[in-house]
């Protein structure tokens, strides 16, 4: 990986000082923060290639600032580090907008490949078109930001990356074990519902009434299909 920067938010000084020492040798730029307050005014002050946030803080729950984060339309990623490991724990994290979850304790060597594969998931440099149409709803592919006849929203870089699968290939089914691999890396996800839940939010985001989708429709038993 090149050069980039990245925001540790964690108040275990043990763990910030090891992810942060080997993430400095690798040649980036670390920030570190121990509290919430801390971290809102790293990310007022800076702009990061990806944030790593612990969820129990001393002020606040992470996932606060991971919700701000998100209404105000960032859309770099985000890797959640946390002690809780339940499924529920896990999902509530997703539907906040985090992009992948390590457990602690976790070895560095994983968290290292872990950002890797974050991080080389930046919007295509090839890509020939900047906006596309879908329906009546206009998808910025460089911001990530979406026009709606009903307002803007932002599309996270896990929900990008599966918007250009989907328009890879129109028409064809997609199983929920592809994305797993092409999205996420995984041959196999440790939240069973990791798939499901980002499909239902990339269509309350490009449906007009994601209750009734027109474009992105469930194969129940083989996956998922994008009809432009």
Same mark, same amino acid.
């Given at each position: 990986m090149s050069e980039r920067q990245f925001l540790i938010v964690e108040d275990d000084e043990m763990i910030r000082a090891a992810v942060a020492g080997g993430l400095r040798l690798d040649g980036h730029e670390v920030r570190e923060a121990a509290t919430l307050a801390d971290a809102r005014c790293a990310v007022a002050e800076s702009q990061f290639d990806l944030v790593l946030l612990d969820v129990g803080l001393p002020d606040g729950n992470g996932l606060e600032l991971l919700r701000a984060l998100r209404d105000r339309g960032w859309t770099g990623p985000v890797l959640m580090l946390t002690a809780r490991g339940s499924e529920e724990d896990r999902v509530l994290g997703f539907e906040h907008g985090c +992009? +992948?979850? /390590? /457990? !602690?304790?976790?070895? =560095? *060597? $994983?968290?290292? =490949? *872990?950002? +890797?594969a974050l991080v080389r998931r930046a919007p295509s440099r090839t890509e020939e078109e900047r906006e596309i149409r879908i329906g009546e709803v206009t998808v910025d592919l460089r911001a990530f930001r979406v026009r709606r006849p009903d307002g803007e929203a932002s599309l996270s870089p896990r929900e990008m990356d599966m918007l250009r699968l989907f328009l890879e290939h129109p028409g064809d089914v997609i199983s929920r074990d592809r994305f797993l691999q092409e999205v996420w890396g995984y041959e196999r996800? %440790?939240?069973? *519902?990791? /798939? +499901?839940?980002?499909?239902?939010? @990339?269509? $309350? !985001? @490009? $449906? @007009?009434? %994601?209750? $009734? %989708?027109?474009h992105f429709h469930t194969v129940h038993g083989a996956g998922y299909r994008f009809d432009p």
């Open positions: +992009d +992948d979850y /390590v /457990v !602690k304790p976790f070895s =560095l *060597r $994983e968290l290292r =490949l *872990r950002i +890797d996800s %440790p939240v069973t *519902r990791t /798939v +499901d839940m980002h499909v239902r939010k @990339l269509r $309350e !985001k @490009l $449906e @007009l009434n %994601p209750a $009734e %989708p027109r």
